[in-house]
């Protein structure tokens, strides 16, 4: 069974520039979830996708993150405008209907940079 | 106060050796709890699940107690490869809806 997979696994931009991270879950997880880990901090909440429906989204830092998830597949998210701040690991997670936190599978994480 | 807390660490220990981490969450209203670990640049695995009874796998024993909401991961006769950062995470509900929390992890080095 192929694993969670995020694309691309490194980004550097310059502040200001947009960058669309890319997260392909395990085939059949409904749940797919995004989580980020910035530089000295624990990872982070973000948003909860059921299906191609945003279940949760209290995470979102604000409105220059947008996430989607059309036709409840692979996931977008996409940063416009970057900026500095935004730096440090984009994680995506799946699980299947009814599993939870019990089945959890994290993809390998976007590292992003900007500068 | 953070959600979740644990001491960074690093943990230096011989290997052999018997090492705990601790970790406290603040929402008492938690209902499932874990033990991730994450390798450097990697992302996190989940190591086991917390069960209020405490729970054993190999040479890893879990505990929680809910009543001063603090958990606990044991490990028995350390070996090079448990060198990692152990994340604690608690989840507010059993259900995918419920969103998980981290703890910032804490480091362990396991030297020869």
């Known amino acids: 069974e192929a694993g969670v997979t995020q694309f691309p696994s490194h980004s550097v931009i310059e502040k200001g520039q947009t960058v669309t991270l890319r997260c392909d879950p395990i085939?059949?997880?409904?749940?797919l979830y995004w989580y980020r880990r910035v530089m000295g901090k624990e990872i982070k909440f973000l948003l909860h996708?059921?299906?191609?429906?945003?279940?949760?989204e209290s995470g979102m830092p604000n409105n220059r993150f947008l996430a989607e998830r059309t036709g409840g597949t692979y996931s977008t998210l996409k940063v416009q405008p970057a900026e500095l701040e935004d730096s440090g690991v984009y994680f995506c997670?799946?699980?299947?209907?009814?599993?939870?936190?019990?089945?959890?599978?994290f993809g390998s994480g976007t590292r992003l940079t900007v500068v | 106060r953070k959600e979740v807390e644990q001491d960074p660490g690093p943990f230096n220990v011989p290997e052999g050796a018997t090492v705990a981490f601790n970790c406290t969450y603040s929402?008492?209203?938690?209902?499932?709890f874990f033990w991730y670990r994450q390798d450097c640049r990697k992302e996190p695995k989940l190591l086991m699940s917390?069960?209020?009874s405490g729970n054993e796998d190999g040479r890893f024993t879990a505990q929680l107690n809910r009543a001063s909401q603090y958990i606990s991961l044991l490990i028995r006769d350390s070996k090079l490869s448990d060198s990692a950062t152990y994340l604690c995470?608690?989840?507010?509900?059993?259900?995918?809806?419920?969103?998980?929390?981290f703890g910032s992890g804490t480091r362990l080095s396991i030297r020869p």
């Open positions: 085939s059949g997880h409904d749940n």
């Open positions: 917390v069960y209020s």
């Open positions: 995470v608690v989840n507010e509900g059993y259900s995918s809806a419920s969103k998980i929390i």
């Open positions: 997670a799946s699980s299947q209907e009814g599993r939870g936190p019990y089945g959890y599978t």
């Open positions: 929402n008492s209203a938690s209902q499932s």
């Open positions: 996708f059921v299906k191609e429906s945003k279940q949760d």
